[in-house]
């Protein structure tokens, strides 16, 4: 059974080219300190596991769709999906491992004493795992929400190889359930990374005017989507490029073409105005981007 699988175990898959070619992946042994949190437990940290700027991962390479498929089925965050997942993400989405670092060092700043940090679509808790490692306010708990139920199994199972290797975390709770339902409470920090672009664009308005109520004065919510872009020749470019980014990450043109239609159905990007104008009648009275990298950006909006 999975759950009897040692945290080694886990975070021991193959090795993939790709750390190299993002340039963001270390390779931590039990000896070299982390620097990332002062409070680490070394003496529980695996002999020899792979972290991805600090985060206990299973390393599996995604090769989902590296054969011909009769059909492409639409994309699902499935079992399949979940093993590779933290491999698929990082050679797809340009500027993950930055993203998900400072969601944490953000997160820090407008953290309020005795409230709730949300994690929206959480997949494997990278994000949650990022609030855990850099907000030390008081009183603050993390809550998780996904409505994979691989995805919450495995994130428990991360989320518990945290626990053994740092003292003094933020408590945290991974709830499987539909972010559409999810009663709000009081929270100084809503994380959406790369989230909303899954929910039907009919319901969007709504669940941001729902996070809008539930901030507190002084928190943020911070979205991180995949852009289009108005202008077509921009479209194209920023397409192309992110096709180049993909290549150089060690995807074939066919996991590339199938991958684009196993997902063109369940993900619909919006621009950058469409963002802002529904952020804005959403409530929020600011919207200021923080990052971008190719057609992958991140905002922070202030209630
Ligand atoms: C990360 N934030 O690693 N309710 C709850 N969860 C949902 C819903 C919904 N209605 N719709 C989709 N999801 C993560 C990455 S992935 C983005 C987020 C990607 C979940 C879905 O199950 C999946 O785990 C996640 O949203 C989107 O920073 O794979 O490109």
């Not at 698929?88 to 930055?98: A, D, E, L």
């Amino acid at each position: 059974m999975r759950k009897d699988r040692s945290l080694r175990q886990l975070l021991q898959g193959s090795r993939s080219n790709v750390g190299a070619a993002a340039g963001c992946d270390l390779l931590i042994w039990r000896f070299i300190r982390q620097p990332a949190h002062p409070r680490a437990n070394l003496a529980k940290m695996p002999a020899f596991s792979t972290y991805t700027a600090g985060t206990a991962v299973s390393k599996e390479s995604d090769r989902l769709f590296a054969q011909p498929l009769a059909q492409v089925p639409d994309f699902a965050f499935n079992e399949d999906v979940v093993r590779v997942f933290p491999d698929m993400i990082k050679r797809s989405v340009p500027g993950y491992p930055t993203i998900v670092e400072n969601l944490g060092v953000l997160a820090a700043q407008f953290a309020q004493r005795d409230s709730v940090l949300y994690d929206l679509g959480s997949s494997l808790g990278a994000v949650t795992q990022a609030l855990r490692r850099h907000v030390r306010t008081e009183g603050c708990r993390v809550i998780a929400v996904d409505n994979s139920a691989a995805m919450v199994e495995r994130c428990r199972e991360y989320l518990n190889g945290q626990d053994s290797m740092f003292q003094e975390l933020l408590p945290v709770e991974v709830i499987e359930g539909d972010i559409l339902a999810l009663q709000f409470q009081p929270a100084s920090v809503v994380a959406l990374n790369f989230t909303l672009q899954f929910i039907a664009p009919d319901q969007r308005a709504a669940l941001l005017s729902r996070i809008r109520q539930s901030l507190l004065p002084g928190g943020a919510l911070i979205l991180s989507e995949k852009l289009r872009f108005n202008d077509a020749e921009e479209h194209a470019l920023l397409t192309d490029l992110h096709v180049a980014f993909k290549r150089a990450n060690g995807y074939s043109e066919l996991e590339i073409a199938q991958k684009r239609s196993a997902i063109e159905n369940v993900m619909k990007p919006d621009s950058l105005e469409e963002h802002r104008e529904r952020l804005l009648a959403a409530g929020f009275s600011k919207v200021v981007p923080w990052f971008q990298c190719l057609n992958f950006a991140s905002l922070i909006a202030l209630p």
